[in-house]
């Protein structure tokens, strides 16, 4: 959980109480690499390290040889897998291989028969999460930003490290002279994530010292209200049944209708996200239900990638888009010393 004052990386670690055996998503950075050998010596034996390698760019294979001299040194087992991760439609690149990568990684941990999944995301990845939810404009859940713990793909995961600032990682990895390999692509000003911490980020430490606790705050009562509006809009939807009966959606305010529909929608089959409706279908979906008070009345709306019909007296949600072929899992190199 964030802490109010500031959090020393040491700290953080002792912290930290997983379940055992733990594995550590191993990218190569510098975060991942200072979680992982503080893991390994407070938990010596008890820790494996796993690395994905995308080969999108010219250093995935310097992470891999930095992956695998750490793991040697250290004496972690290591697991390397590569993927291939072609985006789908609608999808970007960089979400595809984050997809693919959760995916890979939970293989693995699974296969390892590991209890928990160490990140090692941060306060500043933190707050550059919750300020690009606001400059798209997110809803609570984007502004819930990343939960300190999670379930996915069947696996625990956990982020010890959201409340160590950026730089007191680095400072911990200089004084022990450990090395990390630096991402190029963490400059390219293309990407709204990186302009947000090379420009945004210092003019906020600038004017506001303490944004990395106050903003992870701000995430956490996001997610406590998200989880309200989740537990509300499970006992809706059980009210109005699946699929949604127009009469039973009507009976209650639009702003519970919204979390509804939401709620019946993200549990559409399909690629992940296919039925997600942007703000602008949900409200023509919340005034065409509004407006269905005939027989005769017709609903037929875009909805994500597919389409939200009236049937009778109850929605339905059809999908239109083909699933995109899995993601191919190859290259699993098997343990390495
Ligand atoms: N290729 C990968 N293989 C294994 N784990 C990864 C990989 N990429 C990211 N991760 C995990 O996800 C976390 C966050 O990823 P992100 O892309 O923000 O970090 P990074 O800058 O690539 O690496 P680091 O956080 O280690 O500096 C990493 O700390 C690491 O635990």
Known sequence: MPCDKSCDFDAAIARFEPPLPLAVALSGGADSTALLRACAARWPGQVKALHVN??????????????????????????????NARHGPGQSPEEAARQARYAALAALALDEGVAAVALGHHADDQAETLLLALSRGAGLRGLSA????????GVPWWRPLLAVGADEIRSWLRARGQAWVED????????????????????LAAALPAFRQTFARSAAHAAQAQAVLDEVADEDLARV????????????????????LRRWLAGQDGPARAAYPSSAQLQALLVQIAACRTRGHRIELRVG????????????????????????????SGPEA
């Open 184 to 203: 190029p692509s963490n400059a390219d000003a293309q990407y709204t994530r990186n302009r947000i911490r090379t420009q945004v980020l210092p003019a």
């Open 54 to 83: 995308h080969g999108l760019q010219a250093a995935a294979d310097d992470f891999e040889r930095h992956c695998i001299a750490l793991c040697a040194r250290l004496q972690v087992p290591l697991r390397i897998t590569r993927v």
């Open 241 to 260: 049944g699946q699929p949604p009966r127009i009469a039973a959606l009507q009976a209650l305010s639009q702003a519970r209708q919204a979390h509804v």
């Open 305 to 332: 990638s597919g389409q939200v019909r009236r049937d009778a007296d109850v929605l339905r949600w059809y999908n239109c888009q083909p699933s995109p072929p899995a993601p191919p899992l190859a290259g699993d």
């Open 146 to 153: 990343m939960p300190a713990q999670m379930q996915r793909h």
